[in-house]
């Protein structure tokens, strides 16, 4: 049985809604899956000034928090995040900051990783946050699994990098989730191969 994890930081639900939907094709494809949220890192007075922000906050408080062992367990990673002015948000960048003993002991090496990311336009920095988590996972000494143009279906939402999500343009719609059942799908594939 693969062991996925799926990590990712939301503020509004739509990385949330993505990597649930990975979780679950990746579930029913036989995977040991582990969906985990990055934990908030902003004061609670700003989450709770934002309306779209504090319901989501709200609405999955009891779900489990990642942690750095939520890496060292899994063959296969997938991260995610929403496009901060065309960067990864800080919350994830926090989480990422506390696997540096991890990363001594070579623990984050060896694994498949793939990300995903959102933003609120189409050219407002999906690329670059993508490409901000796999130069991380360089980093880990990570099998970076991009999805390429490797099924026709990849055509339809082009982003060979990630699967990104445009929320000011129809947002996790049905294009949106061939993409991520795809890429799911792809990174349970090259880690079974490798011997997961
Ligand atoms: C501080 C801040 C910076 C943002 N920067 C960008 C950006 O550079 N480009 C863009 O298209 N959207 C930007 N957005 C919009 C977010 O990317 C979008 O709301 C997010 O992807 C939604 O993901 P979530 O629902 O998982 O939180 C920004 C939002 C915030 C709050």
């Known amino acids: 049985m693969t062991k996925l994890s799926i990590i990712y930081y939301s503020s509004y639900g739509t990385a ?27 004061p609670d007075e ?13 609405s999955v408080a009891d779900q489990p928090v990642a942690e750095p062992d939520d890496i060292a367990w899994a063959d296969a990673v997938i991260m995610g995040s929403g496009t901060r002015y065309g960067h990864v948000t800080s919350q994830l960048q926090a989480y990422i900051d506390t696997l540096g ?31 901000a988590m796999l130069t991380t996972f360089c980093h880990f000494g990570g099998i970076i699994v991009p999805p390429g143009y490797t099924d ?15 929320t000011g343009q129809g947002g996790v719609d049905d294009t949106a989730n061939t993409a991520l059942d795809h890429l799911v ?12």
């Open 101 to 131: 003993p991890l990363w001594q002991e070579g623990k984050l090496a060896d694994k498949v990783y793939a990300s995903f990311t959102s933003s609120q336009t189409l050219h407002g920095g999906q690329e670059t946050t993508i490409v």
């Open 152 to 166: 026709q279906t990849k055509f339809n939402d082009g982003n060979p990098y990630g699967v990104g999500v445009v």
């Open 46 to 58: 700003v989450v709770q000034s934002v309306e779209g922000w504090a319901a989501h906050a709200a």
């Open 16 to 42: 949330h809604a993505m990597a649930s939907r990975m979780a679950e094709t990746a579930e029913a494809q036989g995977a040991e899956v582990r969906l985990r949220r990055v934990r908030e890192t902003a």
């Open 185 to 196: 799908t792809r990174v349970l594939t090259v880690a079974k191969r490798l011997g997961s």
